[in-house]
């Protein structure tokens, strides 16, 4: 028998999982892709390459690899020439600003089939006699890449469907304290990395503990290819504190549910695919199992506020953080800097590889007759 609170959480994992799923849409891949332009982001991420490689000893560390490189590219396309934040729609009569009414459910065809979850009401400030102008909030990833806008759940939702779609391994990353991202698995660094849209954010797993603020709880990843894996270690560095504020279910029951999750996203892979993604969720559990141990120094990147979504919005969910410019002083003294396991001129030297192998990929395309 599970109870009420088991039932819950176990629907939560359920339809997030279902979200997942649904990035494996060859359609909706296809639509996506056709809405990218992958082949300048696969430019830009070799030119950042070049740039990293040429740059004087001592600059930011290049992107490790072409990959990464892609990705960046990609998280700076989505949130600068694709998507677009809403706070509160323009007028749909006059383009001014409006204020919130309230929410409604989905009435019209258009907001049934775009899957979305409520509808929200807002009014001219401007008093225009337009009617009421509505912003309803679609779960379609489909539809959303034709509305391009929304808060953190369509860019997520919108962003992670083109990571699949750009062939990355992706997955949707469900936060418990009300937000979610991506995680996009690097071949080079040879883990999941975590990847926000909404701050065009790579590789900083602490921003919202320590950047805004937030008291995480569960942090769950999802993907039609690991199932559901609790995440929650990687992106805390108070392990022991988070651990009390986990009192949903117990954590047996938890671990039995994703554990299940797991196997059965395991069991539906084709047998190659299922060993490379068994030996992944493998070392990934060792990863998590360290990190739980903390010991990591929040990188500067991690330390911000919250950028995205109007200032009295972040506000209120608290989540402008304490360090106003990133520049705040780690305990300890020294300029914060997260161990990593490469080192800048190690990640130099990969950088440098990685794009020797671009051009010869590059350069042996173009000899085929
Ligand atoms: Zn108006």
Sequence with gaps: MSTAAESEFAARLEGALQTARRYESGGLQAQARAALPLLTLRARAAASLLRGVLAPPGSEPPPES????FVQELLR??????????NNPPCCGCGDATSALGVRSPATEEERAGEAGRVEVFTCTAGCGAAHTCFPRFNHPGTL???RRGRCGEWANCFTLCCRAAGLRARYVLDWSDH??????????RRWVHADSCEAA?????????????????VVAFSAECGAVDVSPRYSLNWREALTRRTAVSEPWLATALAHHAAAAHRALPAPRRAAAVARAGLEAAQLAAARNGGAVPAAAELPGRQSGAREWRAARGELGSATG???????GAAASRPRPAGPQHTQQRATEALARALAKALSETRKP
């Design 145 to 147: 890449l034709q509305t």
């Design 326 to 332: 990133g520049t705040a002083e780690q305990p300890g």
């Design 202 to 218: 790579w590789d900083t797993p602490l921003l919202y503990e320590q950047g805004w603020g937030k008291k995480l709880s569960y």
């Design 66 to 69: 072409l990959h990464d490189a």
């Design 77 to 86: 396309f989505f949130k600068s020439d694709f998507f677009i934040w809403v």
């Design 180 to 189: 979610v991202w991506t995680e996009i698995w690097s071949p080079g660094k």
